[in-house]
């Protein structure tokens, strides 16, 4: 069973009480409208059809948009609140955000889901379970994942209690939700919703259909984010089986490439060049040499064979990948290339060649920027360029990078993720390098803060955000306080990695310093610690510069 969630009004006020309080105060059920034309019972359902007939002929969105906006206003008069109007405000949002008028899609939404409260019948449910994922949807778009989540759980909770909970329509919503929950990187939610579906589908569909190979590729997804790599392989195998029995070759392949990654993650690497060469031969007799998928097992096999030690060899099939990426074949969207030369770039950084991989990285922004639902993307993008320009010493641009990461982040329902709390720490080693102390403390104090809670305070995250804070304490003469946490810091590595580790013995000598030089005129002091901060944090950069990224459709 999915979780239960709560009335739309309360996620979206933040609180209990009256739910949408806010939108009550500005959405009404009936609007009046001067034009006694609309009058005409006939009038609405014309409208909406010729609003449809627009979009479907591939006309203007505007004059679709004025029809429909037009037969919302004729149901108002003529029906009143109910179905007809909340299925024509459905139509009034699409278009909306097919214009990129995202808040007023919202707005559209939001009032057909309130008009249809307290309505009785399958029918009204359906509507109102509609104008639930729609919402979801518009949400995602905006980049508001959290909103978008609960707006799914939402509909289906609704969809559940009218169709029951083994109908095929819930199994699609549920993988519906396994991948939202994918992409907010709450992986244990969607290897339920995940598991649910399966169970849909195993009860309606064949053995070794392909609606069940689709459920076990994102299983392996899953799977492998959560670093379960030999059940992640049994799913993909499984999988790989249903696709040959109905004769899916291209399928086969890009299972094929999923296999050589979980190979690669398990350092199998002899298996991994033969699965990644078999896609490598479909993908160039069946779609040609200059696809994009041909492009991604190329940045596959280089990244292999960086790992390998072979490095010119994987210079030169990135070399190959970029030389798709700039003729590309119709049909290969920005998302696509983009994706591709993020996976480029941290091999380049790899290879010692920043310079190049922020080119690429450069470009990847540019492509994305003005995509709509692509926000936290981009800002994973930002982080990284963060990370590279501050390993080159580029400290300015490194914190305009992170301060536009973490803008997009908040903006995107991301501030309380523990990724969020890498890049606020990130951002305040930039701040250190720029000697702004005082902002350094406030972003280590918040990254502490989202640590504790999403990581733990034994995680290695949250103990270098501990060190780093402690350090920007000293420097700004808050001694006690700098004490205070590196004993902390001390307890807990001693009881984590015992007494004789080097990590122990670097918190002992700090705390010592500290504690011999207290209540001392501390004239250097502070410059001293901070030197400590930059220097030991240096190589802490490019150690967290290549983690996690690939929640974002990155690979470092």
Known sequence: MPPQTQPFGVFLAGGGGDPLPAARRTVKKTLIVEDSSLDNPDLGPFLLKMARETIALGESPVKALDFAIRASKSFERCTGPGLELATCLHVVAAIYSSLGRLDEAVEALERSILLLEGENGSGHAMAQFSGYMQLGDTYSMIGQLDRSIACYESGLKIQMDVLGESDPRV?????????????????DQAENFCKKTLEIHR?????????????????????????DYEPALEHLVLASMSMIANAQDNEVAAIDVSIGDIYLSLCRFDEAVFAYQKALTVFKSTKGESHSSVALVYIRLADLYYRTGKLRESKSYCENALRIYS???AGTTAGEIASGLTEISAIYEALNEPED?????????????????????VAGIEAQMGVMFYMVGRYMDAWKSFENAIT????????????????????????VQLYKIGDAAK?????REILERECGTYHSDTL????????TYDAMGRVEDAIEILEYILKMREEKLGTANPDVDDEKKRLFELLKETGRVRNRKGKKSLENLIDSNSLKMKKEGKKRWAAFGLRT
């Not at 270098?464 to 350090?471: F, K, M, P, R």
Request: proline content about 2%; glycine content about 6%; aromatic content about 6%.
């Open 357 to 377: 991989a922020l080119k690429l990285l450069q470009k990847a922004v540019k492509l994305l920027e003005d995509i709509p639902g692509k926000y936290r993307t």
């Open 464 to 471: 270098g955000v501990y060190s780093n804070l402690a350090a």
């Open 408 to 431: 997009k982040l908040r903006a995107s329902g991301e501030k309380k993720s523990a990724f969020f709390g890498v890049v606020l720490n990130q951002m305040g080693l930039a701040c």
């Open 327 to 329: 003729k590309s074949v």
């Open 171 to 187: 199994a699609e919503t549920c993988r519906y939700l396994a991948e939202a929950h994918v992409q907010a990187m709450q992986f």
């Open 203 to 227: 009860e309606h569909c064949s053995p070794a259909s392909l609606t069940e190979a689709a459920d076990r590729r994102l299983m392996a997804l899953i799977c492998e984010a959560k670093g």
């Open 443 to 447: 972003h280590f104090e918040e990254a």
